[in-house]
Each structure stands twice: as C-alpha cells, then as structure tokens.
C-alpha cells in the first residue's frame, strides 16, 4: 500500500523532556490531535516516566 504524504496519521517523533534523547516513534491522528502531541512514557536513561513532546 502506497503511502500518501499528506495522509490523516503521519509518523511523529516524541523526545524525552527530560534531556537524555530518548525518542519514541509513533503515529497520531491529525484530526483528533492538531496540536503537537505530549505523552508521559518510560525514559530508560532516566529510569523513570517523563513527558515526551512531540519534535517535528
């Protein structure tokens, strides 16, 4: 299946807030979530649950 480059879920990568560089790759829905994405996930440099953001 081809991929369109304006498609309604691009891949989007999410950066550790807590400066280490741990990434995570993900994709998101443009229509739910316009804005730039924020999750709380594992940060195994840290050893322990950071915010994410959303890096364009």
Request: net charge positive; no cysteine; proline share 4%.
């Amino acid at each position: 299946m081809a991929q369109h480059t304006t498609t309604a879920r691009p891949i989007v990568t999410l950066r550790s807030t807590a400066g280490t560089g741990v990434t995570y790759v993900t994709r998101k829905s443009r229509r739910n979530d316009p804005d730039r994405l924020v999750l709380r996930k594992y940060d195994a440099v840290a050893r322990r649950h950071v915010d994410f953001r959303e890096v364009r």
